[in-house]
Antibody, heavy 117, light 107 residues
């Protein structure tokens, strides 16, 4: 069974940094592009970016490229999202996503990040 | 960026009815389109990819069609468990982008 489990969310002050993790199991992590999608409370979905199998290619939505960094550790079957200079606009549920031909065929349960003083 | 315009924003339908949701892309996305269902408090679930391919385990009452810039999701014989929000997503070009969503309710 494919499982994606995010962790590392919580309350963070404006301007600070936070790193999310996504532990993958039930499939060969090395064989898949992986990414992150977020959803602000009561809003729609926003694609953050994705990373290829060997970390040689990472694509971001332009407005987040200078704040967010996606990485992965294939030995640990883990995907990461490093977020910096956080603002209230970054308050959202963050989903780990497995890429299937560009679509997301498996989603994590999501982790809440709240940016507030 | 490719803009995805989804309509309607909300929809009310009766059990057994056929429902259609549409997505228009700001340029040709060559069938690089997915549809997702999201129930309240849950993660999105993939329904359709490549515009018309049904994801594993998705009921056959869901179907996708379209080409170029115009795509649609059809739900035949609406069931109570189909009450949810639906989102389209283009993955033809980076950055991938989503439609704003359609909230489907029962009449």
């Amino acid at each position: 069974e494919v499982k994606l489990v995010e962790s590392g969310g919580g309350l963070v002050q404006p301007g600070r940094s936070l790193k999310l993790s996504c532990a993958a199991s039930g499939f060969n992590f090395n064989d898949y592009w992986m990414g992150w999608v977020r959803q602000a409370p009561g809003k729609g979905l926003e694609w953050i970016g994705e990373i290829n199998k060997d970390s040689s290619t990472i694509n971001y939505t332009p407005s987040l490229k200078d704040k967010f960094t996606i990485s992965r550790d294939n030995a640990q079957n883990t995907l990461y999202l490093q977020m910096s200079k956080l603002g209230s606009e970054d308050t959202a549920i963050y989903y780990c996503a497995r890429d299937h031909l560009g679509a997301v065929d498996y989603w994590g349960q999501g982790v809440m990040v709240t940016v507030s003083s | 960026d490719i803009q995805m315009t989804q309509s309607p924003a909300s929809l009310s339908a009766s059990l057994g009815e056929t429902v259609t949701i549409e997505c228009r892309a700001s340029e040709d996305i060559y069938n690089g389109l997915a549809w997702y269902q999201q129930k309240p408090g849950k993660s999105p679930q993939l329904l359709i990819y490549n515009a018309n391919s049904l994801h594993t385990g998705v009921p056959s009452r869901f179907s996708g069609s379209g080409s170029g810039t115009q795509y649609s999701l059809k739900i035949n014989s609406l069931q109570s468990e189909d009450v949810a929000s639906y989102f389209c997503q283009q993955y033809y070009d980076y950055p991938y982008t989503f439609g704003a969503g359609t909230k489907l309710e029962l009449k």
